[in-house]
Structure formats: structure tokens, C-alpha cells
């Protein structure tokens, strides 16, 4: 039988992904059959994926036609089935709601896009749809694994949510599912929290609890012994790890590792280099910004900070003060409220007085257009036309279908001076509804989704600063234009710097799979975890 273990938390960011992915790559490496899987998810930090067959097994009627190709899921599925080293598909998170602001979601289906509804209208119309699109994935992957490695959602104490809690007491309950149960130490009140959510598990999924794991620790693990001797005394849930604050770098499931859409944040800074040696990229923190996971390749390099810039309508120079050498403008759930929100900042003026590189990404690509059509907005001049920021002469086109693609685009360095000398195709995926054209001559260095001219340079490609050529180039025209000698960009060859035997360090996933077998007691979990 396939064994399955469920890994919840008393909260939301206590450290689920980073755990099930090292789950996964420590069986992986084992020779293990596994899987990830997260029954319903919530994250607008999206990966486009292969989709099985499951023509009529999300409620649809099916004629026996194939379904697309393509489908969404949350990143963090993603990056698990990369660890485990098998192909993601979207029955690794069947349900997605992408948050799109006013309390809607967009649903998705294994991995298609249907309606947008607030949350009220999807526990009442498609509840029952989502637990039956979740049940039939998880069966499709146990049938072909030995294990399955599932991400719970939040907290599993929300007593308000035990009857409609997808993730966390569905997903235990038709998988048959271990529990191991995490606490995030950072936040105080980690024994209270534990605790309580240990009381609050419904009945019938305490027993299931194996284990609990304190996560994000800093300092003298002996002065946490006498806690963990009376939550073990209290409780009769054992707890198997106490892991460090350690960040392997992985991507993030969602924005709440960013910093606050009305707060100025820096990532990447703390890398030790020079403040003369370092170049700036300013980020708009969008209120509905989505797959900011595109700049993390950026901030991981030494020397370069990603400063997430506050849109929210109180400054008429909203880059004043950051001393920017570039400007990335992120995808985004809903194009068009968070470009008047942009206008409404200041950003639009200050753009065009900007002197430095400009990329728009996606839906930032969309808004550096002349204008957005059949945006269907109320209220404005004709309500289906929306003026861009104007810095790329392309217009784009709202429709129904949504483009979902794993693809490869050539690069053309000599399209824009911000890529010269890039070479080799770009990998990527596109995840869009619109549809741009040119107005005028345009450039394009990324194939036909894209558009440049001069410093500014629009795609439809995420995961463009995730190929080394693309990246290398771009920052090298940002330091060269800024007037700084940059250091030494951040080798991708493969190289590992561990000495131990048999640990490699290469990725994300091999540091992940490092922290937990360093720091939870696996043969606790029995068979296959502890061999």
C-alpha cells in the first residue's frame, strides 16, 4: 500500500513546503516512488505543467476528446515533484485559487482555469466539485508511487474551517494519512500554538498525528529541552526535530514572504558585497502581484538588491529615494486594477522620466503597453479600453482562453541592448489571458511573445531570469550603464561545496533534503522515511 504522510502546521509559513521537499528528494535518492501533492492550494505563484488524462473527472461531461495538454499548479508542487525527480503534473495540486483582490479567487481544476468566485460561492457551488478532482488525483498518483509527501494548508486547528478544510482533514482523511505537524518557533508562542492546535485536531485525525517538528530556530537548542519534555508529557506527540532558521532556496508558495505591498522591502542585500559594488533593481510591490518568484534569481546574485517599492497612492514620486539602476515590473493576478494603481502612485510619470532599463514581465509587460482592450472595466471613459503606461508601443487584448505553456524562444542579443551578447534559447513558461501585438516596428530578442525598443523590454516569459545567459547579460548592462563593477555573477555548473559523504549541495532540493535529515529523527516515521 502506499504509505502517505501529511505535512501540516499550526499555521501558514511555518516551513510545510521546505519540509516536503526534502521529504521528497531524501526518498528520491533512496530510489523511492514518490510524490508530492496538496489536495487545494492558494497562491497566485504559479507553475505551468503537464495535465493526465482526466477528461470528465472534474465534474465536466467528457466526449472522449483529449483534454489540453497544459495546466496550472501552485510553485510549491512544482518544486516538490522536482525534488522527488519525477514529472510534475497538475494532479500534484488538483485545486489552485488564485486570490485576484475583493475576496474572488479564480478557480482552477486540475490545472484549468473556470470561474472567478468569492469564497463564499465556492464552498457552496463547487465544494463538492473540488473534493472529487482531489480525491481522484491523489488515487492517480498512489497508484503509481510508493509514497506520497502531501502539503497540508495553513493551520489543521482552524475549528472553523474542519468541514470544508480541503487540504488538510480532507486530504488525511482519503489518504489514510500520517501527520507530521510543524510549529514555527520565530513566531513566539510556539508550546501555546502546539498545544492548541493538537486540542483542536478533529477526533478522529489525533491519533494520526506521528510527530511534531519546531522549525526556524535560532540559538541553544538545550533551552528548549524542558518545553519539549512537557509538550511531550502533555500532548503524547512525540517531537522528532528542532530544524535551524535556515533558508535552502526554494522559491516561495505565495507573497507572504515578500515584503508588505505598503512597506518598502530589500532582498538580496545581505550578501556581504559593497555598497559600490552593488547594482539596484526596483520592483512595484503590486497589491495583486503574482509569480514574483521570477525576481529571486536577480536577488540570489552577489551584489544585487531587489527593492520592492510600495504602490498604494501616497507618493507623487514613488522612486525617490530608492537610487534604482533598473526596473522590473512583475506579473500580476489582475492587470488592470493594479496598472491604475500604478497611475494612480505616480509610476506612469515616473517611468518616463526614468533613465535606466525597464523590463515588464507578463502582466508588467501588458502594462507597458499603449493600452489594455476589453478590459470590461465600469466607470471608465469606454469601458473596455485602459491606457498603459505608454513606454512600448503594443496594445493588448483581454479574451477568454487562457495560454498555458512550457516553452523555449530563441534569443536575439542584438534586439536590445539589454541582453547583447546573450546566447542559446530561453526556457520559461507563459500563463496569460491576454493577447499583444505591435502597433509599430518593434524588436523582438525573445521571440514573437515579446517586444523592445531601446531600454525597455516586454515578455510573456516567466522564468527569464532563471537561464544564466539571459541573466548574466542583463545585469551586466544594468552595472555597465550604472557605472559598476559588479562581482563575479553566481556559478549554475552543477558544483557542490559539501565535503560530507554522499550530501550534495548542488540545488534547493539537496540543501532541503540536508536540513531534515540533520535535524528530525526519521526512523520515528518508520518505514520508508527511516531507513
Known amino acids: 500500500m502506499t504509505r502517505t504522510l501529511l505535512v501540516a502546521g499550526t499555521a501558514s509559513h511555518v516551513g510545510k513546503s521546505t519540509v516536503a521537499a526534502g521529504l521528497c528528494r531524501l526518498l528520491a535518492d533512496r530510489g523511492i516512488d514518490v510524490a508530492p501533492f496538496k489536495g487545494q492550494n492558494m497562491s497566485n505563484n504559479a507553475r505551468v505543467v503537464v495535465r493526465p488524462d482526466v477528461a470528465g473527472q472534474d465534474g465536466s461531461e467528457s466526449n472522449g476528446s483529449t483534454v489540453d495538454r497544459w495546466g496550472e499548479i501552485g510553485v510549491s508542487q512544482f518544486v516538490q515533484a522536482r525534488a522527488a525527480r519525477t514529472t510534475p503534473t497538475t494532479d500534484c495540486n488538483p485545486v489552485l485559487l488564485k486570490p485576484r483582490g475583493d475576496g474572488e479567487s479564480q478557480l482552477v481544476l486540475h490545472g484549468e482555469a473556470h470561474d472567478h468566485v468569492p469564497a463564499g460561492t465556492y464552498y457552496e457551488e463547487y465544494w463538492e466539485r473540488a473534493c472529487e478532482a482531489a480525491e481522484a488525483s491523489y488515487r492517480r498518483l498512489a497508484a503509481d508511487n510508493d509514497v506520497i509527501v502531501a502539503e497540508g494548508a495553513g493551520s489543521i486547528g482552524e475549528i472553523n474551517l474542519h468541514d470544508r478544510d480541503l487540504a488538510n482533514v480532507e486530504t488525511a482523511r482519503f489518504a489514510d494519512a500520517d501527520i507530521l505537524l510543524l510549529v514555527d518557533i520565530e ?28 522549525t526556524k530556530f535560532r ?27 535556515d533558508d535552502p532556496g526554494l522559491p516561495e508558495e505565495d507573497s507572504v514572504g515578500l515584503p508588505g505591498s505598503e512597506e518598502r522591502g530589500i532582498v538580496g542585500d545581505d550578501d556581504g558585497v559593497a555598497a559600490d559594488r552593488r547594482i539596484r533593481i526596483a520592483v512595484p510591490r503590486l497589491p495583486r502581484i503574482s509569480n514574483a518568484t521570477d525576481l529571486e534569481a536577480l536577488a540570489d546574485e552577489p551584489g544585487v538588491s531587489v527593492v520592492y517599492v510600495p504602490v498604494d497612492g501616497s507618493s507623487a514620486g514613488p522612486l525617490a529615494g530608492v537610487d534604482a539602476d533598473a526596473v522590473v515590473l512583475p506579473g500580476t493576478k489582475n492587470t488592470v486594477d493594479d496598472l491604475l494603481a500604478l497611475q494612480e502612485a505616480g509610476f506612469a510619470e515616473a517611468l518616463v522620466a526614468f533613465d535606466g532599463p525597464i523590463v515588464g514581465v507578463c502582466g508588467g509587460y501588458q502594462m507597458l503597453g499603449e493600452r489594455i482592450t476589453n478590459a470590461a472595466l465600469e466607470g471608465t471613459e469606454d469601458d473596455n479600453v485602459v491606457t498603459g503606461l505608454g513606454l512600448l508601443p503594443v496594445e493588448t487584448r483581454f479574451e477568454g482562453s487562457k495560454r498555458l505553456e512550457q516553452t523555449t524562444v530563441p534569443v536575439d542579443g542584438s534586439a536590445s541592448p539589454l541582453l547583447e551578447g546573450a546566447d542559446g534559447p530561453a526556457s520559461g513558461y507563459e500563463i ?53 563593477d559588479r562581482p563575479t555573477p553566481v556559478a549554475t555548473d552543477g558544483s557542490s561545496s559539501s565535503t560530507e559523504p554522499g550530501v550534495s549541495e548542488r540545488t534547493p532540493y539537496d540543501r532541503a533534503a540536508r536540513l531534515v535529515r540533520e535535524n528530525v529523527d526519521l526512523a520515528a516515521l518508520g518505514d520508508p522515511f527511516g531507513e
Open 187 to 214: 513566531r513566539g508562542g510556539a508550546f501555546a500554538s502546539l498545544y492548541g492546535t493538537i486540542e483542536l485536531v478533529p477526533d478522529a485525525l489525533r491519533d494520526r498525528i506521528v510527530g511534531a517538528l519546531i
Open 219 to 245: 540559538g541553544d537548542r538545550s533551552l528548549l529541552e524542558p518545553g519539549i519534555e512537557e509538550i511531550e508529557s502533555r500532548t503524547g506527540v512525540p517531537i522528532l526535530g528542532v530544524l535551524p532558521y
Open 432 to 484: 496569460h489571458a491576454g493577447r499583444t501585438r505591435a502597433l509599430e516596428d518593434v524588436t523582438r530578442p525573445l521571440g514573437d511573445s515579446s517586444a523592445a525598443r531601446g531600454r525597455v523590454l516586454g515578455t510573456y516569459l516567466h522564468g527569464l531570469f532563471d537561464n544564466e545567459s539571459v541573466r548574466t547579460t542583463f545585469l551586466d548592462a544594468v552595472a555597465a550603464r550604472a557605472g559598476v
